[in-house]
């Protein structure tokens, strides 16, 4: 808490008396939370202990400004933010809170109080999905929660992450496969009729197609739980590795990429995969 308060004096006396911190607003500030996030996002995917230690300060920057100029339009502040936060984590996880805390107007924590076996028993969740599916129907019932199970994922969010968020709101108020290996039939499906559209040459038709196949896949993924997003970062960095060393070598030898043979390629290709297996 200390490390904390200091932060946000230094954050006060930055926006009083820096002149770039002066000028910053909600517009300007959007881009370079956008840009935190996915350094954040690399840093984990790494698994890279300091870069993630030092993201993360960035990324609450990031926040705690945006609840500083609210703050200064008298419209709410970092308080505020972390009470809202509280009440929220409180009111969805009735399996966990008594239920003087969970109906309580003042969203301010309260300690800890157990449930007696009455209390547990009517809201015991025993595994990761049900406290999900509970999740989705208490956000339905709160008065500025979502009106409907997908408004909930943002419009903004990269396609292959929201594709999975969207299966994932599903599944938890029961839109699912019974059996996950029943989505392979769904996933050859989608790829013949996507290989059906190509043959025609139809762009529209096989972009469309293409979607769908994705979708699909990353349906899979997600039946499997398997994070898709994850995965096709893996295989973009393993890509550039590969690739590297194959430009590596063309400039060790002398001879531009352009001017190699596919076989060529291809075989220091293999050597890359073999050297940066373990990579």
């Known amino acids: 808490m200390q490390a904390f308060g200091r932060?946000?004096?230094v954050l006060d006396a930055l926006r009083a008396n820096c002149p770039w911190d002066k000028k910053q607003t909600n517009e300007s500030l959007r881009p370079n939370t956008i840009e935190e996030t996915y350094e954040l996002c690399d840093a984990l995917i790494k698994n890279d202990v300091h870069d993630i230690c030092k993201e993360l300060g960035d990324v609450l920057l990031h926040i705690c400004f945006y609840a500083k100029i609210a703050e200064e339009q008298q419209q709410f502040d970092m308080a505020d933010v972390c009470n809202?936060?509280?009440?929220?984590?409180?009111?969805?996880?009735?399996?966990?809170?008594?239920?003087?805390q969970i109906d309580a107007e003042d969203p301010k924590p309260l300690p800890y109080v157990p449930q007696d076996a009455e209390e547990q028993k009517a809201t015991k969740v025993s595994t990761v999905t049900q406290v999900l599916e509970n999740w989705e129907q208490i956000k339905l019932k709160e008065k500025d929660g979502n009106k409907s199970v997908l408004s909930g994922v943002p419009e903004a969010l990269p396609s292959i992450i929201k594709a999975?968020?969207?299966?994932?709101?599903?599944?938890?108020?029961g839109f699912d496969w019974e059996d996950r290996r029943d989505v392979w039939k769904k996933v050859r499906?989608?790829?013949?009729?996507?290989?059906?559209?190509?043959d025609k040459d139809d762009k529209e038709h096989s972009t469309?197609?293409?979607?769908?196949?994705?979708?699909?896949v990353i349906n899979a993924a997600r039946l499997y739980k398997l994070n898709p997003d994850n995965a096709l970062e893996k295989t973009n960095r393993k890509f550039i590795d590969r690739f590297n060393y194959i430009e590596?070598?063309?400039?060790?030898?002398?001879?531009?990429?352009?001017?190699m043979t596919l076989e060529e390629m291809d075989r220091l290709w293999e050597e890359a995969k073999a050297k940066l297996r373990n990579k």
């Open 7 to 9: 932060f946000l004096d």
């Open 248 to 259: 590596d070598h063309s400039i060790k030898i002398g001879k531009p990429l352009k001017d």
């Open 84 to 100: 809202a936060l509280t009440h929220k984590m409180i009111t969805r996880h009735p399996h966990v809170y008594h239920p003087s």
């Open 189 to 198: 499906e989608e790829l013949d009729e996507l290989e059906a559209e190509l």
């Open 208 to 216: 469309e197609e293409l979607g769908d196949f994705l979708f699909a």
């Open 164 to 173: 999975y968020r969207i299966q994932d709101k599903a599944r938890n108020v």
